[in-house]
C-alpha cells in the first residue's frame, strides 16, 4: 500500500526553530519527527511513501534520501504552496494503484493501527474514511457528526463549548480511493478539510472510524513537549548516544535522551522526559527537565529550563532561568542572569539581556 504524507507547512507556533530544519525534522529523542511516523507506517503494511515537501524540501530529501525503514520514498515537490489538498491531486500518477491509499499529516505523531483503518474503510465501501480521535475538549478542533452507521454528515469547526456534536475530532490520517481525486481541482492550493470533505459528506461518500492510541499534533510547544515525553518512554534503547562526556556528581533522570557529543558539567540535573540534541554542551549546576533541546546549544553554569523548547546553536550563558511553555528560538543569545517566564518566544538570532517577566511575550 501506497501513503502520502503531508511534510510541506511551515509550522506557524514553532517557526522560531525552523532557521536551520524544517519541522519534520525536529529532534524527538534520538530521531526526526518524521521518522517516527514512517516506521509505524512501514509497521503498518505501507510499502512506498510519497512526500508532499516544499517549504525546506531539500533538507527533507537530503535527510531521508531513496529509502529508509525498508519503505521507498519518492518526493512530490511543489514550486509554491498548495494546502492540504493540492499536493494529493499533484501526486496522482504517483498514487494511483490498485488499492486505497492513505494520506497523513506529516506533523501528528500517532502509532494508530493503519490495518484497521484500511479494512474498516473497505467494508464499508467507502470513498474516503477519515481516522477519528476522541478528545476531552474538541473546541480546538473540527468536531464531526455521524450517523449510525459511521456515515460523517457534518463537521462543527471549533465549536463553542456544548454545541460539539461528539468528541471526535478529525486526526488528520484518512484513507482515500483514487475517485477522491475527482474532487480535488487543479493546479491551485486546495484544503481537504474545507474543500473537498464537505462534498463527500454531501453525497454519503465520507466515513469515519474512532482510532486509538497515542494522537498528538505537533503544532504548539506543549503538544511537542508531551510527545517527547510520550517518545521518551517508549525507546528500547539506553536513551544515550556515543561519545558522551557526563561528570560523575551529575545526575541524568530517565526517561531522558542525550545524544551524540553532548557534554554537561558537575552537579547538574537532567531529566526527566528531557531530549538533549547531539554536541550540546551544558555546564555545572544546571537543572533541565522535560524539555528539548536542540543541536549545538550551549546552556552555561547554574541555568535552568523546565518545560521548555531551546532552539538550534543558541546560547544561555550562565545563571539563566527559562520558565514552562517557552521557546528560546535558533542562534538567539540569552544573556547572564536572564529569566524568561512562562509561555515566551524568543525570536531566531535575538540577544536578550533583561529579564521577561510578562508570560506570552514574543520578542
Ligand atoms: P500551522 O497550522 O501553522 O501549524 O501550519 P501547517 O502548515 O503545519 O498547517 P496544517 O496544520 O494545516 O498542516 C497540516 C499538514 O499539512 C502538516 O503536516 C503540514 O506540513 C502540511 N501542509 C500544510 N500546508 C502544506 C502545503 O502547502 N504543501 C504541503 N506539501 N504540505 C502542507
Not at 491509499?101 to 473497505?122: A, M, P
Not at 517527547?228 to 533522570?253: A, M
Not at 527537565?289 to 546553536?313: H, K, L, M
Request: glycine residues 12%.
Amino acid at each position: 500500500m501506497k501513503a502520502l504524507v503531508l511534510v510541506g507547512g511551515f509550522g506557524t507556533r514553532l517557526r522560531p526553530l525552523s532557521c536551520t530544519r524544517p519541522k519534520m525534522l525536529f529532534p524527538l529523542a534520538n530521531q526526526a519527527l518524521l521518522d517516527w511516523t514512517l516506521k509505524n507506517l512501514a509497521e503498518g503494511g505501507v510499502d512506498t511513501v510519497v512526500l508532499a515537501v516544499n517549504y525546506m524540501a531539500e533538507s527533507l530529501v537530503r535527510y531521508f534520501g531513496p529509502t529508509k525503514f525498508d519503505l521507498g520514498i519518492i518526493y512530490s515537490r511543489e514550486g509554491r504552496p498548495l494546502g492540504t489538498g493540492g499536493p494529493i491531486k499533484k501526486a496522482a500518477d504517483l498514487l494511483i494503484d490498485d488499492e486505497p491509499f492513505l494520506v497523513l499529516n506529516g506533523d501528528i505523531i500517532s502509532d494508530i493501527d493503519y490495518q484497521r483503518l484500511v479494512e474498516h474503510h473497505r467494508s464499508k465501501g467507502a470513498v474516503a474514511t477519515i481516522a477519528l480521535m476522541r478528545v476531552q475538549d474538541p473546541s480546538r478542533y473540527g468536531a464531526v457528526e455521524q450517523d449510525g452507521d459511521g456515515r460523517v454528515l457534518r463537521f462543527v469547526e471549533k465549536p463553542e463549548r456544548g454545541e460539539a456534536p461528539s468528541n471526535l475530532i478529525n486526526a488528520g490520517i484518512y484513507v482515500f480511493e483514487k475517485e477522491v481525486l475527482d474532487y480535488i481541482p487543479d493546479g491551485r492550493k486546495v484544503s481537504t478539510e474545507e474543500e473537498v470533505f464537505p462534498i463527500l459528506a454531501k453525497e454519503g461518500k465520507l466515513y469515519g472510524l474512532e482510532v486509538h492510541g497515542l494522537w498528538l499534533d505537533i503544532g504548539v510547544p506543549e503538544a511537542y513537549l508531551e510527545a517527547n515525553q510520550e517518545i521518551l518512554q517508549r525507546l528500547d534503547g539506553p536513551g544515550r548516544g556515543e561519545d558522551i562526556e557526563v561528570h560523575k556528581t551529575t545526575q541524568i533522570l530517565d526517561p531522558s535522551y542525550l545524544g551524540e557529543g553532548v557534554k554537561v558539567g558537575s552537579h547538574s540535573v537532567i531529566g526527566p522526559n528531557t531530549s538533549i540534541s547531539e554536541h550540546v554542551h551544558i555546564g555545572e549546576g544546571c537543572k533541565i527537565e522535560n524539555s528539548i533541546i536542540f543541536p549545538g546549544a550551549t546552556i552555561g553554569d547554574y541555568s535552568s529550563v523546565r518545560n521548555a523548547i531551546i532552539g538550534e546553536n543558541s546560547i544561555l550563558e550562565r545563571w539563566v532561568k527559562v520558565e514552562s511553555g517557552s521557546l528560546i528560538g535558533d542562534y538567539a543569545i540569552i544573556m547572564d542572569g536572564v529569566t524568561i517566564t512562562e509561555g515566551v518566544t524568543i525570536c531566531p538570532s535575538k540577544t536578550v539581556s533583561e529579564s521577561i517577566l510578562q508570560p506570552g511575550q514574543v520578542m
